[in-house]
């Protein structure tokens, strides 16, 4: 192993918590092209039981650090060829840590324009600064007498080219620039102000019209608040330091005057700090700003790209309904409620449009013609999307089921998500599946899909268009898309995909397959019928031995030639697995998902040169429940009776709703009035929570109790704490206050009517509305 590949290895352990061994080794199967899912189910040994959170951090950054070896070497050449490379400089940039270090060190190495400081040298001033600094009782001005030339014509012109070779200097001192950079961290305040003449048009930014926060500890969905209103040209941003005479500016000034050392009270001493104050003003002031601005964008960005994962991740586990068939209603006013009836697998049956609601009011013809669909086809379950006339539409769907007679069964009816159901249904994917269908009932059909199996139907909608984002339009669409795409890879695989029923874009985010292969599939079974074995994946065109070994263990193929193709037991482990089941004495079906005869069994006996004791104990596990689904049972929030619209909800009642969306000061939750209401962080549970994601994440149901109605603004506040008043929690660790709505700013005052009307929720509600926008 090379040296560089060793640090690097060395680095990456100490962040994820593994050893250098474990990183080299899930680094080598990475670069071989295996995926992040493969290596974390199939290669534990090598990795040493490396997960696929750990995996993903440990890709991301295998590819930062290489990147900043290239740069290194870069750097070293460079300085290597203008034969200025000493043995400390050399030094110096190996043990550089981070990008922003490299470049540091490389300033003054690196090729740029003409600057005044240039010009300054070529006029013969450079023996000026270096006079000035060796003799700090000499009057600069007596000194810059002996440098007057036809270039510099003045004692003033003299001087200031002195200070400007000084201030290029210090500008391209590395261990300066990260002192400075240490103390702006630490003591760097952001302050936005709006631009005079905006207050109108940025309403909705007022929170931020004169707001300071330590840059430090700023949350990211503030920050990301803070840069939008910015961008949109409502506020103006700083970044400076504290306004205080301990940390403000002449603190700055001050590690830059010890840079130069001048202490003493000499002619020289005092213009040196002078030009100390001028560096900062000019030149380093604004290289702090763009540096603490790029660090708080990257931070913050990589905060709300967590929050999207993770609630991408949440949604995508979600409860599958199961086989059953289901009638998707995709509600709607004028235009009609559309409806889908897909059977067990997810094909459509039927579709139909009724129009219940105003202007036609045809409710019976409605309510005949959705007891039509149900009978006909057998309807189990009813899928209600949850945007506009849900509630309309929920109600009329009861009554008409009253027209069911007693002896037949009766279909249950569940609101659910509909977010990305009209993306899908303009796509180039849902008009290749239904040609000949309406756009607005390809909604339906995905309504009705999506509560069957929320994995198999939210796979074909962009991760970025199903809405559990926070400033998701801000951030770093690049970075984005590939933690999101890590998010469904990582879902799916964790499922598996069954081989026989699974669509293309399902089957796209399979270990080792991607959309090429995965419509190859897809068409060899439409050619030549369902798979009888995994094995038979070789026969797809194009689906090789590598990409069979990354697959295979994913897919799944129920009652098939081979039992243990319907499990997550890879078949290069099939031998392993046998030899384990012919030591129960049993058949291989016979012990499949009876673990009992399994109990008596000792791992470590079946431990062999090629497979440890972690894929023992995975084989044992899976036999005892063969193909198991990770995802939760099927449950579903009840909505209230009679509480359909914002203005039914009274502070003090007690709600059923299901998490929507969850970010850093709260969790959304859908309590069936068409507009979420926001369980603000500090009224999750009756404790201090730090992350929103500790106590609830998207998809669960839970009682929530009404503390705070504004109808105007639209706005509902929440509690599940069991009992207190709308805002608690004084005196906790780390308890922002609250201003303007939002925890953490300290310096302005609150808006009068947080102050007078609302309630400190109410303002929280106000903000946190605007920020999931």
């Known amino acids: ?127 000026l600064l270096d006079a000035i600094r060796a003799d700090r009782e000499a009057d600069p001005e007596a000194l810059a007498e002996v440098y007057l030339s036809e270039a510099v014509s003045s004692v003033k012109e003299a001087l200031a080219g002195a200070r400007d070779i000084l201030v290029e200097e210090l500008s391209e001192t590395a261990t300066l620039l990260g002192a400075l950079r240490d103390f702006m961290r630490r003591e760097g305040v952001i302050s936005a102000r709006v631009v005079p003449g905006k207050e109108g048009a940025g309403a909705k930014f007022s929170d931020y019209f004169d707001h300071r926060e330590a840059w430090h500890s700023i949350p990211a969905h503030r920050a990301l608040a803070i840069l939008r209103a910015a961008k949109e040209e409502v506020v103006t941003i700083d970044i400076a330091p504290g306004p205080d005479a301990e940390t403000g500016p002449p ?18 001493d005092r213009w040196l700090r002078q030009a100390a104050a001028w560096a900062w003003q000019v030149k380093l002031s604004m290289t702090m700003y763009v540096d603490l601005m790029g660090e708080l964008r990257t931070r913050a960005h990589e905060a709300a790209i967590g929050v999207f994962a993770r609630n991408l991740r949440d949604l995508l586990l979600a409860a599958p309904a199961g086989a059953k068939v289901t009638l998707g209603l995709d509600p709607g006013i004028r235009t009609g409620v559309k409806a889908a009836v897909v059977d067990a697998t997810g094909k459509l049956l039927d579709t139909a449009t009724v129009y219940p609601f105003q202007p036609k009011n045809d409710l019976a ?107 998701q339009h801000d951030v770093d669409q690049r970075r984005l898309a590939q933690a999101l795409e890590g ?19 399902l089957l796209a985010h399979v270990s080792g397959l991607g959309a090429r292969l995965a419509e190859a599939v897809v068409a060899h079974r439409d050619a030549h019928g369902a798979f009888a074995t995994r094995a038979a994946l070789l026969k797809v065109p194009g689906l090789g031995p590598r990409a069979f070994e990354q697959a295979a263990g994913f897919l799944r193929i129920r009652d098939g030639a081979e039992p243990l193709d319907a499990s997550s037991v890879h078949p290069e482990a099939y031998g392993l ?15 499949m998902g009876h673990g009992a ?42 909505f209230a009776d009679g509480v359909e619209d914002i203005r039914d909800l009274k502070p003090g009642m007690m709600l059923e709703g ?24 500090s009224q999750l549970a009756d404790r201090f929570v730090k992350d929103p994601h500790e106590v609830v994440k998207a998809g669960d149901v839970v009682r929530v109790r009404v503390v705070e109605v504004d109808i105007p603004r639209k706005r509902i506040g929440l509690s599940m704490r069991r009992e207190g008043p709308a805002v608690e929690g004084a005196g906790k660790p780390d308890r922002p206050q609250l201003r303007g709505g939002k925890p953490g700013g300290t310096h302005a005052p609150k808006a009068k009517g947080a102050a007078e009307g609302q309630g400190a929720l109410g303002a929280a509600l106000q903000a946190a509305m605007r920020e999931k926008r």
């Open 1 to 127: 192993m090379t040296t560089t590949a060793d640090r690097i290895n060395r680095q990456i352990a100490a962040e994820i918590g593994a050893s250098a061994g474990q990183v080299a080794a899930a680094a080598g199967l990475l670069d071989e092209g295996s995926t992040v899912p493969f290596v974390a189910r199939y290669r534990k040994e090598a990795t040493g039981g490396l997960d696929d959170t750990q995996l993903r951090l440990l890709a991301n950054r295998l590819s930062y650090l290489r990147e900043m070896e290239a740069r290194r070497e870069t750097i070293l050449a460079s300085i290597r060829d203008q034969d200025k490379l000493t043995p400390d400089l050399a030094r110096a940039i190996v043990n550089a840590d981070t990008k922003a270090a490299l470049e540091d060190i490389y300033l003054p190495y690196k090729p740029k324009r003409r600057t005044k400081a240039m010009i300054a040298r070529e006029n013969g001033l450079q023996p």
């Open 251 to 268: 603190r700055a000034i001050g590690i830059i005057a010890a840079r130069l050392g001048c202490a003493g009270d000499g002619p020289g």
């Open 365 to 471: 013809g409605a309510a005949a013609t959705l007891l039509s669909l149900i009978r006909r086809h057998g309807v189990d379950l009813i899928a209600i999307g949850n945007g506009t006339a849900s509630r309309e539409t929920e109600r009329f769907v009861a009554d008409a089921l009253r027209g069911l007679t007693g002896d037949e069964p009766k279909p249950v009816k569940v609101v659910v998500s509909e977010a990305g159901a009209s993306v899908y249904s303009a796509s180039e994917l849902a008009a290749h599946e239904f040609p000949a269908l309406d756009v607005s009932l390809r909604g339906a059909v995905s309504i009705a899909r999506r509560l069957q199996d929320p994995l198999a139907e939210l796979v074909k909608i962009e991760p970025k268009s199903i809405g559990v984002g926070q400033y």
């Open 487 to 505: 998010v469904v890879e990582d879902a799916v695989n964790a499922v598996g995909v069954d081989l026989n029923t699974a669509s293309a874009p």
């Open 577 to 591: 697995a046998r030899r384990i089941v012919a030591a129960c004495g049993r058949d291989l079906r016979a012990i």
């Open 597 to 638: 005869a399994l109990k008596g069994l000792r791992p470590e006996e079946f431990v062999d040169e090629r497979f440890g004791l972690p894929t023992v104990r995975d084989i044992l596990s899976e036999l005892e429940k063969p193909g198991r689904d990770p995802r939760p049972s099927f449950r579903t929030a009840e």
């Open 658 to 681: 299901t998490v929507t969306n969850v970010a850093a000061f709260g969790a959304f939750v859908d309590i069936g009035v068409h507009q979420d209401g926001l369980v603000h962080v």
